[in-house]
């Protein structure tokens, strides 16, 4: 099973600060990433696929990056409305797996 | 416009049994792969359980293999899952959710209905 691991726990910031958030793999999952912003009492809704592609309707300031085991979200400028939990996704075969979160909070 | 609707969350005693249901629409149901996600209190996301588009494959985590069953009814397009032998610790939200072809990802979540289990 690959183990995902995010960092930090917790993101302080303040609106129109940049956002930087982590997430490593226990081992290489090629491209296949994926990122999701969660807020309580809603749908997560999917950010990034195949580690770069922003999905349908995402906004230019969201962007993922990295290969491997290595990856990386990141928001270019806070909105109010980015404070969330966000996690990051693999699938291995038939296994499919969620780091632990990152929150995002305003500072 | 995609739309993905779960029902069927409860109060149940440990040891006891619940179907979930997620009605889908917007979509060619029975072209997609579909999963439950559940996130327990204060927890983060875990995959449950994925089946194909076609009903013939299924996959479960660890945590309820033998215990749970999921199913689908292509004719209804809706998702279920028979939830078995219940125990505190499948108290979550469920959320139903949708996966394009041959991806490794979930492109639209549902709403999420609540389990509790608890004598």
């Known amino acids: 099973e690959i183990v995902l691991t995010q960092s930090p726990a917790t993101l302080s910031l303040s609106p129109g600060e940049r956002a930087t958030l982590s997430c490593r793999a226990s081992q290489s999952v090629s491209y296949s990433l994926a990122w999701y912003q969660h807020k309580p009492g809603q749908a997560p809704r999917l950010l990034i696929y195949n580690a770069s592609n922003r999905a349908t309707g995402i906004p230019a300031r969201f962007s993922g990056s990295g290969s491997g085991t290595d990856f990386t979200l990141t928001i270019s400028s806070l909105e109010p409305d980015d404070f969330a939990v966000y996690y990051c996704q693999q699938r291995s075969s038939n296994w499919w797996t969620f780091g632990q979160g990152t929150k995002v909070e305003i500072k | 416009e995609v739309q993905l609707l779960e029902s069927g969350g409860n109060l149940v005693q440990p040891g006891g049994s619940l179907r979930l249901s997620c009605a889908a629409s917007g979509f060619t149901f029975s072209s997609y792969a579909m999963t439950w996600v559940r996130q327990a209190p204060g927890k983060g996301l875990e995959w449950v359980s994925t089946i194909s588009d076609g009903g013939d494959h299924t996959y479960y985590a660890d945590s309820v293999k033998g215990r749970f069953t999921i199913s689908r009814d292509n004719s209804k397009n809706t998702l279920y899952l028979q939830m078995d032998s219940l125990r505190a610790e499948d108290t979550a939200v469920y959320y139903c959710?949708?996966?394009?072809?041959?991806?490794?990802?979930?492109?639209?979540w549902g709403q999420g209905t609540l389990v509790t289990v608890s004598s």
């Open positions: 959710a949708k996966a394009p072809p041959h991806s490794s990802y979930f492109d639209y």
